[in-house]
């Protein structure tokens, strides 16, 4: 049996090795994303945070507790509170400040320092 002839190889274009301009964008169609958003990132306009009586939220509680994994929790608040504690016994301690500070808040106080 006699071997297979080898086929040719292709052979690649040479790359350039200089500098060089691109060239210009292709026009496009008109339809897609706004000018200026990036392919494939999502836009979405964030719904008003003001419920029908006023309200909005000014403080955040955002505790994460996976499974296997160390719990972490922190504490936001609009009147410049920005804390986080990672630890099951320092989470727990944190949910209980935050509950604390709802009350003591500048932001939730009136000046007589009335509860609102």
Known sequence: MSPLPNPPLKCLPSTPTGL????????????GAARGVAEGVPTAVRPDQQTEDGSYPIAWLTITAPRGAVPTAKSVCACG?????ADHRKALALIEDHTRHRDLCPLRTHQEGAAV
């Open 20 to 31: 060089y301009l691109a060239g210009p964008a292709p026009v496009g169609t008109g339809g």
């Open 81 to 85: 509170r920005n804390l986080f504690a």
